[in-house]
Structures are given as structure tokens and as C-alpha cells.
């Protein structure tokens, strides 16, 4: 939105500058982009009088000018300067334009030096148009009437100090569209008082020949009310200076009168408007949906082909304007145009917005009419336009033509005045509240307010709340510490839940897993291939086709967002996710789980060969990791029944008997063909929800527990089946002294032809290291051989297996 200061003060009487202005006009949530003030280009630039203008002694086109100047205005003294200036009509007695030493020539792109021509001291410049960018012309300096006031501003006697101010209106004020909204807005902060707006009384002399119709489909929605008038016998010429020079100021070409005053009231009352040439209108005009096919040559010189149900404004032989969007061509208006229709009408803001979507046609007209403008102002927008056209063009006018009625926007809402305390935190007297309300046009009747016709956006209490706030400045809002409802410590904020997501989620991260945010939605084939994809979670009104179900496992997203990485060049990922997923469509069937997916190897390339494909043990361990972050008991089982979608003979379940923990293992290659990942590839997914509650809840931890006694290390290596799993002789040996047994590990395994060969058929051989850590008193070498003998025994019982000779 555009507009000039001097077309604001028609609006607002104010004496408030125009830094004030345009601070007001931010803090009331107009934000400004933009201002175009002639005063920091041209305000240097003042009346002088050339005293003796003689030749130059050294340059025959350069005459050595001694000019009369007053640098402090009219008012102040005057001082006489030397410059030497080339124009041809350089004269004694010349009243002209003087730029001191100092100043920027805007024309020019130059800054004004005391300088020496040809042997001559110049200070300073006599200007010609083009140097204060007027026009093009420079062929001689500016030549001004001598009863011009010397010592005056240029600027200020030609009229050109005013500002163009260029402020962003947010899409719910339309009323800022005009510069009576926001000369509104200014009045109501304080910075002046808005103006009357007389609409006159016009008593049309005769019968419109132009009739306008509504189709009856398009009364309740699309154009509820159209009315106009006939000016007949007026003249067409171009519009005043004054005019002009504003509509250019916003970046506008004056064209006619009739065209600049319907773009005068579009901007400066919100009021689009449209002439029709009375001559070019065959019969009435009718206001219908198109039936498809018509087209319209509109005044962009560009012809439309119009879609089924888009509003037209036809005569009785084709259609003349695309309502509320653009006129027609054919219909417009010349500087031979004697009579003329006016129309102004409501449009509905949706099929105007639909309408000028499909066709690509962005006008003035329909960025506010699909906003929506004040519909009880149609009427005396229509007044109002008329008597401009009789002032300014002269003719006569009918009577009204009217089809519809206005629409009904009467509506109100609480208004209570503590409410802004709470909402806002600003303690603001009531009487001031209700003074801002009513100075925005709000009618106030008790503990009611109803908005103004030119308020669509008011739709709600809050609302009120939040334009008594506006007005007052939210600049003022000085921030207080919220208190407590209790004295002390407050309690804890986030649930138990909350925070093993937090802490799994920091423990993944730090084994070097790169976090990702995937949609809860994936498609029906993916869903199926981890256990879902049933009609009790199939979204409705899914986003595409590609998201039609919600996923029962976090691993689809992290598999399709390693293919994308590959397909880019990166092999070796390690990705995680924690968040939720769906057994069904009810509140209860949603559980929020964390997922880790390694693909490629375990490490870069080096010159030690540390680099390895990754296998089902990464993915075990960094599960016990995550479990171990969020408190899970050190004794757990792990189990085979893992889901389908893992490896059957290299995967596992971690759990406490029927309640799981976490799953671990290599993902199925078929699924890792499905997704297009290149293996090898192994996950876990770990059920934060299932992981026990510690039975002492306590915000410190736990005592650190050590000894000061010395540690002993005792390797042993059993020969058992080749079917015995490594973890059933590590928990046989683990329990065999529960009291010094600290830890049991398995550091070698021993299988194969040659395993078989020395130690028979069928057979393997495990080593393990156990870890003894005594706490009474230190071991000694019959301890540590009863132990060992125990754990012998005990694996000999769980395995059947023996001590390797």
C-alpha cells in the first residue's frame, strides 16, 4: 500500500512529523517498507536571484554569475556567492534553483565541491530540470516567474515536499488498504484527529438508460449488491495536476480523468470502482456465471477464455468486464467518452480469489476486493465518485440503478475489560479501552462491541482484546517473571516418558547415529511389509499417494532415507529415529519407540585394516547402550522370535521373560531390495515404554560403587556342540559366583573344518574371560581355583561342554 503524506492529511489532521508517523504506523502492525522523501534529495535546493551574470575571461560559453542566497531561508540573511555556469540563459536578474558547496545533485549522481574553472572560483551550482531529476531538460537552467519568494525551498514552491510512504498490510486488514484506514488507525494512537467524510446527497435529473440484473444464483454468494449511475455530457480530458502528481508518487500512470479517479478512490478509500462508455453498452448489463467458452478482451490488452461459474458483467450482445478483477476493452473509456456508467458493487471475496487465481490476473482491484472491502460503503462510494466526476469533468447524473442489497454484517461480542490484563499482561484503564474501540469505529452498548462494516477480521473477544492492545502499543509491554502457584522448588515439567525420550535420543546421537524426522505416513506396500498397513490406520484425506497409512514401524522412513543418501554417493550411514508408531487407529494403540539403522561399515578406511562391514553384534551392542541409558536392569534374555522383517538366524529380542525391550539383528535382504538399499544393513528398535520403572525413584544417582581391592582376570576355553549359543555358557559362567564375578565376556571362537578336526565332529570351541573382583579381601590362589572350578562345573552343566586341552 501506497499513498503521499499530503493524501494522508486530507484523512488525518495532524501536526505530528513524519518520523512520528511512520513509527506509529509500524507499532500498529503496518510495517514500512519504504519511504521516498523529496525533503532528503531536494531540501538544499532554494530560490535565488542572479544579481550580475558577466563573460567568462577565459571560456567564451561560461559566464561568472554573483548570486543572491539566503542558506537559512527567507527569513535569515542573505549571502551572495560566485559560481560560473554555462547555461545560455544565465542572466542578470535570472530567478533561478542554487545548490551550495555540499550538496548531492541527485541528477547527476554528484556532491558539490568549491572548485576553479578556467582561473574563476565557483562555489556552488545554478540547476537546470534534469540535475533535480523534474525532467529530461538541460538546456538551461531552471527560469522561474520573478515574483517567486527567494530564500524559499524549491521543493516547498513547487510542491513536490511530499513523502511516499510504501507500508506491508498484513492479509487481515483490508481496511489498511485504503489511506482512510490507516488515517484511522493514526487517530485512534493519538496522532491527530480523523477527518469527516461528507458523502453528498446527489438527486439524479434523469432515468439511467443503463438497467443492471443479478442472477439470482449469484445474489447469496458472488454479488450480493451492484448499483450505478449514468453521467452523461461530461468531458474526458486529463485530471488535475494535483491528482496526477499522487497517483505517480505510488508509482501509477495518470491516464484520464476517469481513469485516475477511480484508481484515486481505490487507494485512497478502498473503493475500487469501474466506467463502462455508455455508447459501446449494447442494452442492460447482467451480472452471471460464465457458462465456459466465452472470452473477454480485457484492459491489459490480453484475451481471456473463461471457465464455467467465473462472475462476468454482460450487456445484452457479450460480456463487457470480468467482475471485481478487470474491465473490458471494448467497453473503456476514451477522451471521446460523453456519457458514462459508474458501478460500484460487492463482490464475494472467495470467487473473486478463485477466479483470478485460474486466470493469472492480478489487479488493485481484485487484491482487495478477495481481502474484502467495506460493503456498507459501496453506496456512498458511488456518491462520493460521482460528485468527483461532475467537479472534475462536469455532465450530469442520473438516478441510482440497484440490484441486491447489502450484506448483513451486523455482529458483536463481549467486551470485558480485564480480559486485556490477562491476555496481554498490560494494566489499561477501561475508559481508554473503550475511546480506542470507538475511535476505530467499534459501537460499544454495555459489555457489547460490534466491529465496523470495514472490519472483517474482527471475529472473536480476543480480537477486541488484541485492537485495544495494538492502539496502546505493545512497545509498552514491560516483562514481569510469571509467579509460581507454589513456594519452592517447582516440580518436575516433563513425564517419565518425556524424559527416557530425551535420554535416548542424546544416547544414540553420541554413538555417532545422525538424527532424522520422517513422516508418520507411509504407503500401503510399506506398511504391509512391517506388520501393518489394515484399514483402522489408512488416513482419510492422505497428502499423496505415497502416504495413505500410518506406519507401524520407524524403520520404512529410515530405509527410504538411506536410499536417497546412496543414491547421492553415501555408503556408510548410521541413522536414527525416535518417535511414534501404530498398532491401530485408537488413542491407545500409538507407542513411541527409538530405531537405529546402520548400513555400509563400521569405519573409514586406514592403513590397519579397521574396517569391517557391519554385523548383528553393532546392532546389539548400541541397543544395550540405548537400554542402558534409560535404566534398563543389566540381566535381561534375549530370545530368536524376532519380527519378519529381520534376518530369522541373525537378529534377537532383548527382554524380561514376555515383556520386550528392544530387537536387534541384520534387516531381511528382502526388504533391503524392496527399499533399494544396498546391505549390508542391521537395526534395532528399542520399546522405551517397557522398560521398568526403577523402584526407587530418586533426582540424585546412586552411590558409585568400588573397591580398592585388585582385579583378576581368568581366560577359559570350553569345547562344547557346535549348536550351543555362546550366551548360554556366558550366563552359566556369570552365575556360578554371583558375589565375585564381575563380568564375563567372549574374546575368541574357535568353529570350522579345522575346529572339527582337532576337537571331533560337531564340536566348537568358545573362550571367555572372566573378571573376578573381590570386596572383603584380596584373592588368593586357592580362591581364585575354587571359582574356577565352579565355573567348570557350571558350564559343564549348562553346555555339556569341557576345558580345552
Given at each position: 500500500?501506497?499513498?503521499?503524506?499530503?493524501?494522508?492529511k486530507?484523512?488525518?489532521d495532524?501536526?505530528?512529523?513524519?518520523?512520528?508517523?511512520?513509527?506509529?504506523?509500524?507499532?500498529?502492525?503496518?510495517?514500512?517498507?519504504?519511504?521516498s522523501?523529496?525533503?532528503?534529495?531536494?531540501?538544499?535546493?532554494?530560490?535565488?536571484?542572479?544579481?550580475?551574470?558577466?563573460?567568462?575571461?577565459?571560456?567564451?560559453?561560461?559566464r561568472?554569475?554573483?548570486?543572491?542566497?539566503?542558506?537559512?531561508?527567507?527569513?535569515?540573511?542573505?549571502?551572495?556567492?560566485?559560481?560560473?555556469?554555462?547555461?545560455?540563459?544565465?542572466?542578470?536578474?535570472?530567478?533561478?534553483?542554487?545548490?551550495?558547496?555540499?550538496?548531492?545533485?541527485?541528477?547527476?549522481?554528484?556532491?558539490?565541491?568549491?572548485?576553479?574553472?578556467?582561473?574563476?572560483?565557483?562555489?556552488?551550482?545554478?540547476?537546470?530540470?534534469?540535475?533535480?531529476?523534474?525532467?529530461?531538460d538541460?538546456?538551461?537552467?531552471?527560469?522561474?516567474?520573478?515574483d517567486?519568494?527567494?530564500?524559499?525551498?524549491?521543493i516547498?514552491?513547487?510542491?513536490?515536499?511530499?513523502?511516499?510512504?510504501?507500508?506491508?498490510?498484513?492479509?487481515?486488514?483490508?481496511?489498511?488498504?485504503?489511506?482512510?484506514?490507516l488515517?484511522?488507525?493514526?487517530?485512534?494512537?493519538?496522532?491527530?484527529?480523523?477527518?469527516?467524510?461528507e458523502?453528498?446527497?446527489?438527486?439524479?435529473?434523469?432515468?439511467?438508460?443503463?438497467?443492471?440484473?443479478?442472477d439470482d444464483?449469484?445474489?447469496?454468494?458472488?454479488?450480493?449488491?451492484?448499483?450505478?449511475?449514468?453521467?452523461?455530457?461530461?468531458?474526458?480530458?486529463p485530471?488535475?495536476?494535483?491528482?496526477?502528481?499522487?497517483?505517480?508518487?505510488?508509482?501509477?500512470?495518470?491516464?484520464?480523468?476517469?481513469?485516475?479517479?477511480?484508481?484515486?478512490?481505490?487507494?485512497?478509500?478502498?473503493?475500487?470502482?469501474?466506467?463502462?462508455?455508455?455508447?459501446k453498452?449494447?442494452?442492460?448489463?447482467?451480472?452471471?456465471?460464465?457458462?465456459?467458452g466465452?472470452?473477454?478482451?480485457?484492459?491489459?490488452g490480453?484475451?481471456?477464455?473463461l471457465?464455467?461459474?467465473?462472475m462476468?458483467?454482460?450487456?445484452?450482445?457479450?460480456?463487457?468486464?470480468?467482475?471485481?478483477?478487470?474491465?473490458?476493452e471494448?467497453?473503456?473509456?476514451?477522451?471521446?467518452?460523453?456519457?458514462?456508467?459508474?458501478?460500484?458493487?460487492?463482490?464475494d471475496?472467495i470467487?473473486?480469489?478463485?477466479?483470478?487465481r485460474?486466470?493469472?490476473?492480478?489487479?488493485?482491484?481484485?487484491?482487495?476486493?478477495?481481502?474484502?472491502?467495506?460493503?456498507?460503503?459501496?453506496?456512498?462510494?458511488?456518491?462520493?465518485?460521482?460528485?468527483?466526476?461532475?467537479?472534475?469533468?462536469?455532465?450530469?447524473?442520473?438516478?441510482?440503478?440497484?440490484?441486491?442489497?447489502?450484506?448483513?454484517?451486523?455482529?458483536?461480542?463481549?467486551f470485558?475489560p480485564a480480559?486485556?490484563e490477562?491476555?496481554?499482561?498490560?494494566?489499561?484503564?477501561?475508559?481508554?479501552?473503550?475511546?480506542?474501540?470507538?475511535?476505530?469505529?467499534?459501537t460499544?452498548?454495555?459489555?457489547?462491541?460490534?466491529?465496523?462494516?470495514?472490519?472483517?477480521?474482527?471475529q472473536?473477544?480476543?480480537?477486541?482484546?488484541?485492537e485495544?492492545?495494538?492502539?496502546?502499543?505493545?512497545?509498552?509491554?514491560?516483562?514481569?517473571?510469571m509467579?509460581?502457584?507454589?513456594?519452592?522448588?517447582?516440580?518436575?515439567?516433563?513425564?517419565p516418558?518425556?524424559?527416557?525420550?530425551?535420554?535416548?535420543?542424546?544416547a544414540?546421537?553420541?554413538?555417532?547415529y545422525n538424527?532424522?524426522?520422517?513422516?508418520?505416513?507411509?504407503?500401503?506396500?510399506?506398511?504391509?511389509?512391517?506388520?501393518?498397513?489394515?484399514?483402522?490406520?489408512?488416513?482419510?484425506?492422505?497428502?499423496?499417494s505415497?502416504?495413505?497409512?500410518?506406519?507401524?514401524?520407524?524403520?520404512?522412513?529410515?530405509?527410504?532415507?538411506?536410499?536417497?543418501?546412496?543414491?547421492?554417493?553415501?555408503?556408510?550411514?548410521?541413522?536414527?529415529?525416535?518417535?511414534?508408531?501404530?498398532s491401530g487407529?485408537?488413542?491407545?494403540?500409538?507407542?513411541?519407540?527409538?530405531?537405529?539403522?546402520?548400513?555400509?561399515?563400521?569405519?573409514?578406511?586406514?592403513?590397519?585394516?579397521?574396517?569391517?562391514?557391519?554385523?548383528?553384534?553393532?546392532?546389539?551392542?548400541?541397543?544395550?547402550?540405548?537400554?542402558?541409558?534409560?535404566?534398563?536392569?543389566?540381566?535381561?534374555?534375549?530370545?530368536?522370535?524376532?519380527?519378519?522383517?529381520?534376518?530369522?538366524?541373525?537378529?534377537?529380542?532383548?527382554?524380561?521373560?514376555?515383556?520386550?525391550?528392544?530387537?536387534?539383528?541384520?534387516?531381511?535382504?528382502?526388504?533391503?531390495?524392496?527399499?533399494?538399499?544396498?546391505?549390508?544393513?542391521?537395526?534395532?528398535?528399542?520399546?522405551i515404554?517397557?522398560?521398568p520403572?526403577?523402584k526407587?525413584?530418586?533426582?540424585?544417582?546412586p552411590?558409585?560403587?568400588?573397591?580398592d581391592?585388585?582385579?583378576?582376570?581368568?581366560?577359559?576355553?570350553?569345547?562344547?556342540?557346535?549348536?550351543?549359543?555362546?550366551?548360554?555358557?556366558?550366563?552359566?559362567?556369570?552365575?556360578?559366583?554371583?558375589?565375585?564375578?564381575?563380568?564375563?565376556?567372549?574374546?575368541?571362537?574357535f568353529?570350522?573344518?579345522?575346529?572339527?578336526?582337532?576337537?571331533?565332529?560337531?564340536?566348537?570351541?568358545?573362550?571367555?574371560?572372566?573378571?573376578?573382583?573381590?570386596?572383603?579381601?584380596?584373592?588368593?590362589?586357592k580362591?581364585?581355583e575354587?571359582?574356577?572350578?565352579?565355573?567348570?562345573?557350571?558350564?559343564?552343566?549348562?553346555?555339556?561342554?569341557?576345558?580345552?586341552?
Open positions: 500500500m501506497k499513498f503521499t503524506l499530503s493524501w494522508l486530507d484523512h488525518l495532524t501536526d505530528a512529523t513524519l518520523d512520528a508517523i511512520l513509527t506509529a504506523l509500524t507499532d500498529l502492525g503496518h510495517e514500512v517498507e519504504d519511504v522523501n523529496p525533503e532528503a534529495r531536494l531540501g538544499a535546493f532554494r530560490i535565488c536571484r542572479v544579481i550580475e551574470a558577466v563573460q567568462h575571461p577565459n571560456a567564451d560559453r561560461l561568472v554569475c554573483r548570486v543572491a542566497t539566503w542558506p537559512n531561508g527567507p527569513e535569515g540573511a542573505m549571502e551572495e556567492v560566485q559560481v560560473v555556469c554555462g547555461a545560455p540563459n544565465a542572466r542578470t536578474g535570472l530567478v533561478g534553483v542554487f545548490a551550495p558547496a555540499g550538496t548531492h545533485v541527485p541528477g547527476t549522481g554528484v556532491d558539490l565541491k568549491p572548485g576553479n574553472i578556467r582561473g574563476v572560483d565557483s562555489n556552488g551550482m545554478l540547476c537546470s530540470e534534469r540535475e533535480l531529476e523534474l525532467s529530461d538541460h538546456n538551461g537552467i531552471i527560469d522561474l516567474p520573478e517567486a519568494p527567494v530564500g524559499m525551498r524549491f516547498d514552491y513547487r510542491g513536490l515536499n511530499d513523502p511516499m510512504i510504501y507500508v506491508k498490510i498484513t492479509p487481515n486488514r483490508p481496511d489498511g488498504l485504503g489511506v482512510r484506514g488515517a484511522r488507525d493514526l487517530a485512534a494512537r493519538g496522532l491527530g484527529t480523523l477527518k469527516a467524510l458523502i453528498p446527497a446527489i438527486k439524479g435529473g434523469f432515468a439511467s438508460p443503463v438497467g443492471v440484473k443479478i444464483s449469484l445474489k447469496a454468494r458472488g454479488c450480493p449488491l451492484f448499483a450505478g449511475r449514468t453521467i452523461r455530457g461530461m468531458k474526458n480530458g485530471s488535475p495536476d494535483w491528482m496526477q502528481a499522487r497517483l505517480k508518487a505510488i508509482g501509477l500512470r495518470p491516464i484520464s480523468a476517469l481513469v485516475d479517479i477511480t484508481n484515486y478512490f481505490t487507494f485512497g478509500l478502498n473503493r475500487p470502482l469501474h466506467v463502462f462508455d455508455v455508447a453498452v449494447k442494452g442492460d448489463l447482467r451480472i452471471h456465471p460464465a457458462a465456459g466465452e472470452e473477454l478482451l480485457a484492459l491489459d490480453k484475451t481471456y477464455a471457465k464455467p461459474g467465473m462476468l458483467i454482460s450487456d445484452d450482445a457479450q460480456p463487457e468486464s470480468l467482475a471485481g478483477i478487470m474491465g473490458g471494448l467497453s473503456g473509456c476514451t477522451e471521446d467518452t460523453t456519457d458514462v456508467f459508474l458501478e460500484s458493487a460487492y463482490w471475496p470467487t473473486i480469489a478463485t477466479t483470478g485460474a486466470l493469472k490476473i492480478n489487479s488493485d482491484a481484485r487484491y482487495r476486493f478477495e481481502r474484502g472491502v467495506d460493503p456498507a460503503f459501496t453506496l456512498p462510494g458511488l456518491d462520493l465518485a460521482t460528485q468527483m466526476i461532475l467537479d472534475l469533468c462536469g455532465g450530469e447524473a442520473s438516478e441510482i440503478v440497484v440490484d441486491g442489497a447489502v450484506p448483513d454484517t451486523a455482529r458483536s461480542y463481549r470485558d480480559r486485556v490477562r491476555l496481554v499482561g498490560m494494566e489499561i484503564p477501561e475508559a481508554d479501552q473503550r475511546a480506542t474501540l470507538t475511535a476505530l469505529g467499534f460499544l452498548t454495555g459489555d457489547q462491541a460490534a466491529p465496523p462494516s470495514w472490519r472483517p477480521d474482527v472473536g473477544e480476543a480480537d477486541l482484546v488484541e485495544v492492545a495494538r492502539v496502546a502499543s505493545l512497545s509498552k509491554l514491560v516483562g514481569k517473571p509467579s509460581r502457584r507454589q513456594p519452592g522448588v517447582p516440580k518436575p515439567i516433563l513425564t516418558l518425556q524424559t527416557r525420550e530425551k535420554a535416548v535420543r542424546r544414540i546421537a553420541a554413538l555417532g538424527e532424522c524426522v520422517t513422516y508418520s505416513f507411509i504407503d500401503q506396500t510399506a506398511a504391509a511389509a512391517f506388520g501393518g498397513g489394515a484399514d483402522a490406520v489408512r488416513v482419510e484425506n492422505p497428502i499423496s505415497e502416504m495413505t497409512h500410518l506406519r507401524p514401524d520407524l524403520l520404512p522412513g529410515l530405509l527410504r532415507a538411506a536410499a536417497r543418501n546412496q543414491a547421492r554417493g553415501f555408503m556408510d550411514l548410521a541413522l536414527f529415529e525416535v518417535g511414534p508408531v501404530f487407529g485408537e488413542p491407545g494403540e500409538q507407542v513411541t519407540v527409538a530405531t537405529g539403522l546402520l548400513i555400509g561399515a563400521s569405519a573409514a578406511r586406514d592403513p590397519y585394516g579397521s574396517r569391517r562391514a557391519v554385523d548383528v553384534f553393532d546392532a546389539k551392542a548400541d541397543a544395550e547402550a540405548a537400554l542402558a541409558a534409560i535404566g534398563a536392569p543389566a540381566k535381561v534374555q534375549i530370545t530368536r522370535k524376532v519380527p519378519a522383517w529381520f534376518h530369522p538366524g541373525r537378529a534377537g529380542v532383548i527382554g524380561l521373560g514376555p515383556n520386550v525391550l528392544a530387537t536387534f539383528g541384520e534387516v531381511h535382504p528382502r526388504l533391503l531390495q524392496a527399499f533399494d538399499v544396498k546391505g549390508p544393513a542391521v537395526a534395532f528398535t528399542v520399546q515404554a517397557n522398560v520403572q526403577p526407587v525413584k530418586t533426582p540424585t544417582r552411590a558409585l560403587a568400588i573397591s581391592l585388585q582385579a583378576v582376570e581368568r581366560d577359559f576355553a570350553f569345547v562344547v556342540d557346535a549348536g550351543v549359543e555362546a550366551l548360554t555358557l556366558v550366563n552359566a559362567a556369570a552365575g556360578s559366583d554371583k558375589a565375585l564375578i564381575d563380568s564375563v565376556r567372549v574374546f575368541d571362537q568353529t570350522g573344518d579345522k575346529a572339527e578336526a582337532q576337537m571331533g565332529a560337531g564340536k566348537k570351541s568358545i573362550a571367555i574371560t572372566v573378571r573376578l573382583q573381590p570386596q572383603q579381601a584380596t584373592l588368593t590362589d580362591d581364585i575354587a571359582v574356577s572350578a565352579k565355573i567348570v562345573e557350571k558350564v559343564a552343566k549348562a553346555t555339556g561342554g569341557a576345558l580345552r586341552k
